[in-house]
């Protein structure tokens, strides 16, 4: 009985030895387990805190997107209300080309209207200075006939008295004859 007690006591020993190794290799992988445990989370910690970087960015990115669509929206707008702009000042400004042509075109012909007017007046004037010419020369001939008309009435006259006492002279001589 010993004898078996004794190899149980060795098999216990051997039991207990083996049950020590095996929990010592249980802890030692446990331990390597919880390590790897604490560096799976460390990694998930990180990765979690660089989804949360990325889906920050992301979600940056997206209203940057929004936000710059939303402007490009503005900017097409404004575009298209410039452009409506233009087209009215190149509107104008063919308008106002085609009013200043106009003008332009009235301006030479009122020149020319001038110009004419211009000579129809020179030519007046020198109608007028003719006429002025002949009415003077009119005049002049006038007072020279009124004063040759004085001086044939005048003469006249003369003659007239002097005939009236020739006559008288004559009637005179009669008389002194027929007496």
Do not use: F, P
């Not at 030692?28 to 970087?53: G, I, N, P, T």
């Not at 009435?153 to 007239?160: A, E, F």
């Amino acid at each position: 009985m010993k004898k078996v007690l004794l190899e149980m006591e060795d098999q216990r020993s051997n039991y207990e030895q083996k049950a020590k190794e095996t929990l010592q290799k249980v802890l030692e992988e446990k331990m390597d387990a919880e390590q790897q445990l604490r560096s799976v989370q460390l990694s998930l910690a990180l990765a979690e805190r660089k989804c949360e970087e990325w889906r920050s960015q992301y979600e940056a990115l997206k209203e940057d997107w929004r936000t710059l669509g939303d402007q490009h929206r503005e900017l097409e707008s404004q575009l298209h209300v410039l452009q409506c702009k233009l087209q009215r000042a190149d509107s104008r400004d063919s308008q106002m080309n085609q009013a200043l042509r106009l003008l332009e075109s009235e301006h030479q012909e009122l020149q020319a209207k001038i110009e004419h007017l211009q000579g129809d007046r020179e030519q007046q004037s020198s109608d007028t200075r003719d006429l002025q010419d002949q009415l003077k020369r009119s005049e002049e001939e006038k007072q020279a006939l009124a004063s040759r008309i004085q001086q044939l009435q005048s003469l006249l006259q003369k003659q007239s008295l002097l005939h009236q006492e020739q006559e008288k002279l004559l009637k005179k001589g009669q008389q002194i004859y027929s007496h």
